[in-house]
Structure formats: C-alpha cells, structure tokens
C-alpha cells in the first residue's frame, strides 16, 4: 500500500516554464488537496477536490490550475512559474468524512530561477 | 478566517523528561484537530485526531486534549526519547470539512 505518492521530489524550473506536479493515491480517498510550505508561513492550502470531476480554491491558488479525472490522481500545474513559487509542495489525501486523518505524500522540493 | 499558533517555536528537552506542546485557536467552531509530526525533508505523518465532541484521544505514549471553550489542544508526549526529535504541527478544519489551517508548529529536540 503506497499512501500517496508525489513526483517529482526536487524540481528546478526557469521563470515562465511551466510544469505539473504529479499526486497519485491508492486508498481509495474521495478528498485530495494541496499545500505548500513556506518558512515562516506555515502549511497553506493552494485547492482542494471532493472527489472526481469537483475542485475549489484554497487560501492561495492564485498561478495554479487543478483538475481531478479520476478518484486517484490530482495534479497540480503550474502555468507560468514565478520565483515566488519555490517552496515545498504536499498533496495529501483522505476519506470524504471530515472526521478522519488526512494522509500526506513526502512532497515535492520546487526551486525557480 | 480561523488562526492556529503554536508556542514556542523550538523546544529542547534531555531524554526522559515529558513533553507538551501547546496549539491554540480562534475560532472555537473547529470540526476537529489533528497533530502531525514532520522529519526533516519528509512529509506529515498523522498522530492524532481528537472530533469536536472529544476531549482527548490516546495512542501509546501520546496523549492529546482538546479544550474547544478556552480554545487549547495539547499534545503529550510520555518519556521522551531521541527518536522524537522532529517538528509536531496542530491543524483543524473551521466547519465540516477537510480544508486545514496549520499552527507555525513546534520544532522537537530530545537529547540523549
């Protein structure tokens, strides 16, 4: 059972290249979301997806688009990538009821030159 | 828009001795809250999940509180060993939901 699993681990873009971020997981988790994680600014959620076909905007999605196909996968996309992108990205997963752990990938290390 | 603080920041304490770490909120509408742990480099790793109708969960040598009037959760961590270095964070979701706010979190060392 691989929980969720994020690829790339460490990524270096140049200004204005775009990219996804790859998040798969295999438990069967209708909600999916995305944060990331900036020094003196905590975890903040970038979207978010109830389940398969729906997605939403978290507290910072502003330079990132969404889309989630299928049950297990949930990429994340960068259009056209700015310096102030560069943080650690982490997809994490759980159970539609709000009442259960939400389960987090290793990340992803995003640097933009 | 609910905030999560932590305090402190960094905690240093020799093997042994009890830890407890503190996670405070606003807003006392919280779903629940939940505690991970982070290693360096690494992803969050699920500790404990206290619903709003708890007011404590347990597993092992941890135990975590949740005290939605005064707006506190606390985290226990029993005879702290070195394998417990890392940073602990507090997150909970303001209604039904899973959308988290994270406390900054408190960064562990335990020294041998």
């Known amino acids: 059972n691989a929980g969720v699993t994020q690829t790339p681990k460490f990524q270096v873009l140049k200004t204005g290249q775009s990219m996804t971020l790859q998040c798969a997981q295999d438990m069967n988790h209708e909600y999916m979301s995305w944060y990331r994680q900036d020094p003196g600014m905590g975890l903040r959620l970038i979207h978010y997806s109830v389940g398969a076909g729906i997605t939403d905007q978290g507290e910072v999605p502003n330079g990132y688009n969404v889309s989630r196909s299928t049950t297990e996968d949930f990429p994340l996309r960068l259009l056209s990538a700015a310096p102030s992108q560069t943080s650690v990205y982490f997809c994490?997963?759980?159970?539609?009821?709000?009442?259960?752990?939400?389960?987090f990938g290793d990340g992803t290390r995003l640097s933009i030159l | 828009k609910q905030e999560v603080t932590q305090i402190p920041a960094a905690l240093s304490v020799p093997e042994g001795e009890n830890l407890v770490l503190n996670c405070s909120f606003t807003d006392s509408a919280i779903y629940n809250l939940q505690w991970f742990r982070q290693d360096p480099g690494k992803g969050l790793t699920s500790l404990l999940l206290?619903?709003?109708?708890?007011r404590e969960q347990t597993s092992g040598r941890l135990n975590a509180s949740l005290d939605k009037s005064s707006g506190r959760s606390t985290l226990y961590i029993a005879a702290s060993q070195p394998g417990d270095s890392a940073t602990y964070l507090c997150?909970?979701?303001?209604?039904?939901?899973?959308?988290?706010?994270f406390g900054g979190g408190t960064r562990v060392l335990v020294k041998p």
């Open positions: 997150a909970g979701p303001k209604a039904a939901g899973n959308k988290l706010t």
């Open positions: 994490a997963s759980s159970r539609g009821n709000s009442n259960q752990p939400q389960h």
């Open positions: 206290i619903q709003s109708s708890q």
